[in-house]
C-alpha cells in the first residue's frame, strides 16, 4: 500500500515563504507524475504543480513564477517551494502521485492522494 507523508504547511504572512514536502513510501519502484493540488475553503479544487518522472513540469498560471515544484527520485519526495505567497494562496495542499509501480512488477495508472496539509497566508 502507497503511503504518503506530507509536512511544512504552515502560517505565514504575505510575501514569506514556505517549502513543503512529500514523501512516498510502499515498495516503490517508479512513478511517473507527483504533484500538488490545493483546496481553498469554498472553491474548486485545482493543480497548482506537476512533476513528471522525466523531468516535465507544469504550473497553475495562478503560481507561475512564484512557486517551484523539484523531486528527488532516489526518496520519492517531490517538494513544493512556494515564495512570495499571497493571501489567496491560503488552502488545504495536497500531495498526489500518479501511475505508480510497485514491487515485484505491479502498475496502478491511477491517483493516490495524501491526507493534506494547511497553510494559511496572512495580509
Known amino acids: 500500500q502507497v503511503q504518503l507523508v506530507e509536512s511544512g504547511g504552515g502560517m505565514v504572512q504575505a510575501g514569506e515563504s514556505l517549502t513543503l514536502s512529500c514523501e512516498a513510501s510502499?515498495?516503490?519502484?517508479?512513478?511517473?507524475?507527483m504533484s500538488w493540488y490545493r483546496q481553498a475553503l469554498g472553491k474548486q479544487r485545482e493543480l497548482v504543480a506537476a512533476h513528471t518522472r522525466t523531468g516535465s513540469t507544469n504550473y497553475s498560471n495562478a503560481v507561475k513564477d512564484r512557486f517551484t515544484i523539484s523531486r528527488d527520485g532516489t526518496k520519492n519526495t517531490v517538494y513544493l517551494q512556494m515564495n512570495n505567497l499571497k493571501p489567496e494562496d491560503t488552502a488545504v495542499y495536497y500531495c498526489v502521485v500518479t501511475g505508480i509501480t510497485q514491487e515485484p512488477s505491479v502498475f496502478s495508472p491511477g491517483q493516490v492522494w495524501g491526507r493534506g496539509t494547511q497553510v494559511t497566508v496572512s495580509s
Open positions: 510502499g515498495n516503490i519502484i517508479q512513478i511517473n507524475v
